[in-house]
């Protein structure tokens, strides 16, 4: 099995050679922190698209969608705080003229002590054996306390920092903490200063009359400044939710580790509309539902896990992400949300439009309270395809790459192959290929023997390979072949829709992930 560096190293290349992500404009050598879905990827995302729809709009029959315009009224970005407070604070290195964001400088160090700190953790546990303490170990051990009180220190200097925006304080633990640039090893560093994430334009094709307009960074605000035309047209009743799916921008200096942080990316989002109060039954409920929905793709349970929000946004009054155990280790993959009545407050406030409910239960009108449920697609296919990504040993000895994609999230679900390129069996493919391709994501391959062809679907995850070889013509049955244990057994053509139907089928995931499907708090 290879170590976790070279799986992702493997998985990236896998996505290149199988036609899952290109690099953008490859051919003018990339364009940084940006990525193209190619045949195959594109059908695993809009998969995983249509599963997050459907478990929000379909199961849920108080969420309807939308889809929002990217470009929207750049005052929407001043009411959401995008304009001033959406930043990262820089520092550049003057000999070696890169750019860190100086939080990520900060918190790489901090890491660097850790490990540290967990270096005499081992070689403790290898010194005292079964008898070994960790605990008491931590407590106690001299070396230990001074690393972890050291980043303690750091830790605090650091929050107190950024919580009062002091930037000079933020370079001066920079200095303090003999921070180097990773390029230089050199400690010559530039003051830190505040950087907007989102990417501008000009709308308008005369630069005096132009208005200054945003790529919008989150598909939220979409949201909620349609939060009353949709409440209006559809008679929303509170509870009620609004789903989104759409491409988001920001300007990620530090953009690294493949799609995981990009400068485009897409977000599947949902605002839930609640009445004040009701918004920790609503965090509770939204908590354990967007978890089932993961759990439901068949992923490890023990590769997820929450992560509380200690110090929270200054409009949200409870907040965590979902994080995934990437082969990079633990990271965000979802956020959960209690955003209060802030942004709808906001808009209220900058647009001079009323943004009320009138709640007839209460009989009296109010800004609703939102649950935000947010999860980047992107970093969803990252997780998948890592994941499902497995290099077998067979018991020939011989090693197969293989795709343990859930069988409904696959790009192709059958193959179909003609033995040979003789005989009348490429017509009689054809004549499968033409009947399932109504139901699934069907491909035909005549090229190379079956072993090669069989490699190649393993490699993009296809769940059934079926091959039509001359007793076909005789008897009409085939070899359906199964990805997952290689088995291969002869069928029927005509029982082929119900056996594929019934391994493809979304629905078993979707009442795994629904469970109270009325969108009542549990
Ligand atoms: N409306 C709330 C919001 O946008 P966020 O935590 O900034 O919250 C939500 O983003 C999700 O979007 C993240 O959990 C992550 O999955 C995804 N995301 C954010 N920035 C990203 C980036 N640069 N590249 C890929 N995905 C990103």
């Not at 100086?102 to 160090?109: F, G, K, Q, S």
């Not at 306390?145 to 200097?157: Q, S």
């Not at 990805?483 to 391994?503: F, S």
């Amino acid at each position: 099995m290879a170590n976790n560096e070279e799986h992702f190293k493997n998985v990236i290349s896998h996505s290149k050679e199988y036609g899952f992500i290109f690099p953008s404009s490859e051919i003018y050598d990339g364009l940084s922190a940006v990525y193209d879905y190619a045949q195959n990827g594109v059908e695993l995302k809009k998969n995983i698209r249509d599963y997050w729809w459907k478990s929000m709009v379909q199961m849920h029959e108080n969420i309807v969608g939308i889809d929002a315009a990217i470009f929207m009224h750049p005052t929407t970005w001043k009411a959401s705080g995008h304009v001033d407070a959406f930043n990262d604070p820089l520092i550049d290195n003057k000999d070696s003229k890169k750019r860190y964001r100086a939080d990520v400088l900060i918190e790489d160090h901090m890491a660097k002590i850790e490990a540290k700190a967990d270096k005499e953790v081992e070689k403790a546990a290898k010194r005292f054996g079964e008898t070994f303490d960790e605990k008491m170990f931590r407590q106690t051990n001299p070396r230990v306390l001074e690393y972890l009180n050291k980043i303690e220190e750091i830790e605090t200097r650091f929050r107190k920092a950024l919580e009062a925006n002091d930037l000079t304080e933020v370079r001066q633990i920079i200095l303090d903490c003999e921070i180097v640039c990773p390029v230089s090893g050199s400690r010559n560093w530039t003051e830190v200063r505040q950087f907007n994430l989102m990417f501008s334009t000009a709308m308008g094709s005369v630069s005096e009359d132009a208005n200054l307009i945003y790529l919008r960074p989150e598909t939220a605000q979409g949201i909620f400044v349609n939060f009353l035309n949709v409440q209006k047209s559809g008679r929303m009743k509170i509870p009620f939710g609004i789903a989104q799916t759409g491409k988001a921008f920001r300007n990620e200096i530090v953009a690294r580790q493949f799609i995981f942080r990009m400068r485009e990316f897409e977000q599947m989002e949902m605002q839930f509309f609640i009445r004040p109060g009701t918004e920790m039954d609503w965090y509770a409920y939204w908590k354990a539902t967007r978890l089932k929905w993961h759990h439901a793709m068949g992923l490890p349970a023990n590769k997820y896990r929450f992560h509380d929000h200690i110090k929270l946004a200054h409009y949200a009054n409870a907040a965590c992400d979902i994080e995934f155990e990437f082969p990079f280790g633990f990271k965000e993959l979802e956020g959960i949300h209690s955003r209060t009545d802030f942004d709808l407050k906001q808009h209220e406030q900058f647009s001079g439009k009323k943004l009320q409910y009138f709640d007839p239960e209460l009989n009296q009108s109010y800004v609703p309270y939102v649950l935000e449920t947010s999860i980047g697609l992107d970093r969803m296919f990252l997780a998948i395809l890592s994941h499902a990504y497995t290099e077998e040993k067979l018991p020939d000895d011989s090693t197969r790459v293989v795709l343990n994609l859930p069988p409904f999230l696959a790009p192709i679900k059958v193959a179909v192959f003609p033995l040979m390129s003789k005989d009348g069996l490429p017509e009689k493919a054809t004549e499968i290929f033409n009947m399932l391709r109504f139901d699934h994501m069907c491909m035909m391959e005549e090229k190379d023997n079956i072993g090669k062809r069989y490699r190649r679907q393993d490699a993009i995850g296809t769940p059934f390979c079926i091959t039509v070889d001359p007793q076909t013509l005789e008897d009409n049955t085939v070899t359906i072949r199964y990805r997952d244990t290689m088995l291969q057994e002869r069928v029927p053509i005509a029982q082929l829709n119900a056996i594929i139907d019934e391994k493809v089928s979304m629905k078993k995931a979707l009442v795994a992930a629904s469970g109270n499907a009325t969108g009542q708090p549990a």
